[in-house]
């Protein structure tokens, strides 16, 4: 094993250029070469002027890597070294000791084109590095007074390189070169104004047609990391389109090239985020449309990526839960409401709904900031909305300040004619602007209200007046993609009836069995009943088909009782037909499938489809539960009940519900 000090003093030899394989204590012919490693250097794309991020790999090896040194030479006058940041371990100079999975130091020569990194597992090999995993992320300038073509970005084999095991024994490495090809700004043949002059837009020169349309294409980046502060990824253009009357609209296309940049980038960064930023510092733009074709979409939901679409009207975060497993495109079509009258519009909506008045009975009702109107087909799935509080003057009493956006509501109008509030958190939308962060899954109108009463009527929803129907496991788990079976579903059920139990029991379920008696009042109710006559097989799983048939019956039976039960009430009579291709009318769930997808209580996962078949999940299993119990995903919980549920999650106002 390498001591620490002198896995230290490899990284410093290495930086001044001084041979070090010899500083390695070899201490038996081990230095003989008897393992490989394949280290790989990405290849990217962009424009003069733009900053890229050029990943650094292991694609294989057969031992894990203990030390790394090597030498990496680049075109220096196409390209600039910004900044190398490890993976594994802190730098040299940030405090680097045992306790972290690694030392790391790099110095760059940009005159004549190269740099050297080095990293060693300070721990003496209990945290080396296993394969295939990334390296570093080299953060490259494009110069301006770059060709276009294609720059290797090369690792030099002639000496400054070495990789070594925790024996010392030296690893045969193997290298692919990388590369960044300078290409020009992409123009489309489309209308558009000229775009602003913003540091992150690169316009291209405007067209005019016949019909007084101006066209404009804007490469704006995509970035990875925090807002504000994150790195580039690569760039999408955005057509900018202003009719004769001056109305300006953006479009834009995320390709499949596009999303396989974003997907090696952010794989190679060791990032998260992919975040879309759409310029308007004129507001000027009426309207986005923001499209991800069907194929780019698969390229995204195939790894673990969130997307945000940030504009400076509404920032949108689509969590990779809602992306993956969609078979179409996904589409958000973004209108702001600027004009007066429109807004006014609202807000005399919004004063006359029943669950305004309701809460805030005589008191004042105010539309605060900017109303948008969003469409999307992610209907049904999680999606995260933060509303900036544009040109709102905050009170500049703390006290004063807390109170004002504690009385803050987002009025959402749906799009199926469902009227919401819900409590947002407020969260610094940039830097100097406050926003209000919230989660839906459907879209129409969103409105931000100042409602005297609200925070009041908040405290009073928050008391206690239920108990949990679902509960977690001994380890503190929900686990929120677990079938849900038989038993439990039939004892979720049961504690939100009122039913006289059935006498006639099951053969497969005894009077000792723990779900024994909610078995009989499910039974009793005829809401669930058992797969025969006789048997009711506790641990079988329950079917998308069959929590539709559930849930058929229970409002079927509620609306008997109040025909204002439940809004769907009216559907029964008249079943709508869905248009799902495996809804097949010879599906012995069919009526109940067609009547849950009308009633907007249970949709298709995508592509069309509504996989009836397909077991359901604990989350799902809730969600559809709290609409059938009435009950209202919490808003005010920050702090997660299970450690496999985060606040993140896209059912985690739901569990939350059931769970308390």
């Not at 990779?320 to 004009?339: A, C, G, L, Q, W």
Request: negative net charge; glycine residues 4%.
């Amino acid at each position: 094993m390498h001591s620490y000090k002198k896995l230290i003093l490899i990284l410093l030899c290495l930086l001044i250029s001084i041979p070090y394989i010899s500083s390695f204590p070899v201490t038996t012919e081990a230095a003989i070469p008897t393992t490989n490693v394949n280290v790989s250097i990405g290849s990217v794309s962009g424009t003069k002027g733009q900053i890229v991020n050029v990943p650094v790999s292991i694609k294989s090896s057969s031992v894990n890597v203990a030390s790394y040194g090597m030498k990496i030479n680049f075109d220096k006058n196409a390209l600039e070294v910004l900044d190398v940041t490890s993976i594994y371990g802190k730098s040299f100079e940030d405090s680097c000791d045992q306790d972290v999975k690694g030392c790391f130091i790099y110095n760059v020569n940009q005159e004549e084109g190269w740099l050297k990194v080095a990293w060693v597992d300070s721990s003496g090999g209990d945290h080396p590095i296993s394969s295939p995993t990334s390296l570093f992320t080299l953060k490259m300038k494009i110069k301006s007074t770059s060709s276009l073509g294609v720059k290797p970005v090369q690792i030099d084999m002639t000496g400054d390189t070495l990789f070594t095991n925790a024996l010392n024994e030296s690893l045969i490495v193997a290298t692919e070169d990388g590369k960044v090809s300078v290409i020009a700004p992409v123009v489309v043949e489309e209308p558009l104004l000229p775009s602003p002059t913003d540091d992150n837009e690169t316009p291209a020169e405007p067209v005019k047609n016949d019909s007084g349309t101006k066209t404009d294409v804007i490469t704006v980046p995509v970035e990875s990391g925090n807002f504000g502060s994150g790195t580039n990824i690569t760039q999408t253009p955005i057509t900018r389109t202003t009719d004769s009357n001056g109305r300006v609209s953006d479009k834009v296309t995320v390709t499949t090239d596009i999303a396989k940049k974003v997907v090696e980038s952010i794989k190679a960064s060791n990032q998260e985020v992919a975040r879309f930023v759409l310029p308007d510092t004129k507001d000027e733009v009426a309207e986005v449309a923001f499209t991800i074709p069907k194929e780019a979409t698969k390229e995204l939901g195939n790894v673990a990526i969130k997307l945000e679409i940030y504009s400076e009207n509404v920032k949108i975060k689509i969590p990779n839960t809602s992306i993956e497993r969609m078979e179409e495109d996904i589409y958000f079509h973004i209108v702001p409401i600027k004009v007066e009258e429109q807004r006014k519009e609202v807000e005399n909506r919004a004063r006359i709904e029943a669950i305004v008045t309701n809460i805030a009975g005589d008191n004042s009702v105010n539309v605060v900031s900017r109303p948008m109107t969003i469409e999307t087909n992610l209907q049904s799935r999680p999606v995260t909305l933060v509303l900036p509080l544009r040109d709102v003057i905050l009170p500049t009493d703390i006290q004063e300040q807390k109170a004002f956006l504690a009385d803050l509501v987002i009025f959402i109008e749906h799009s199926d004619g469902e009227k919401e509030l819900v409590k947002p958190q407020v969260v610094e939308y940039k830097e100097g602007q406050l926003g209000l962060e919230f989660g839906v899954n459907k879209f129409s109108t969103f409105t931000i209200l100042n409602m005297e009463g609200w925070e009041e009527y908040i405290s009073e929803q928050n008391i206690p007046n239920h108990t949990p129907y679902i509960k977690g496991y001994d380890n503190n788990q929900f686990r929120p993609g677990a079938s849900v079976t038989r038993a439990e579903m039939a004892t979720m059920l049961a504690q939100n009836l009122d039913v006289t139990p059935s006498t006639k029991s099951y053969t497969d379920v005894k009077s000792s069995h723990w779900a024994y008696n909610y078995v009989m009042e499910a039974k009793g109710a005829r809401i669930m009943t058992g797969v025969s006559d006789t048997r009711f097989n506790l641990n079988g799983t329950v079917t998308r088909a069959q929590m539709a048939s559930i849930t058929y019956r229970w409002i079927q039976k509620e609306c008997e009782k109040d025909a204002s039960a439940f809004d769907s009430c009216s559907k029964l009579s008249n079943v709508p037909i869905s248009n799902y291709k495996d809804v097949r009318d010879n599906h012995w769930a069919y009526e109940a499938m067609n009547f849950t997808i009308a009633a907007n209580i249970m949709i298709g996962s995508g592509g069309n489809t509504f996989k009836p078949e397909q077991n359901l999940t604990r989350a799902e299993a809730v969600k559809v539960l709290n609409k059938l119990f009435k009950r209202h995903p919490v808003i005010d919980v920050t702090t997660p009940t299970f450690k496999d549920v985060p606040t993140t999650h896209w059912a985690f106002g739901e569990i939350e519900e059931a769970a308390r």
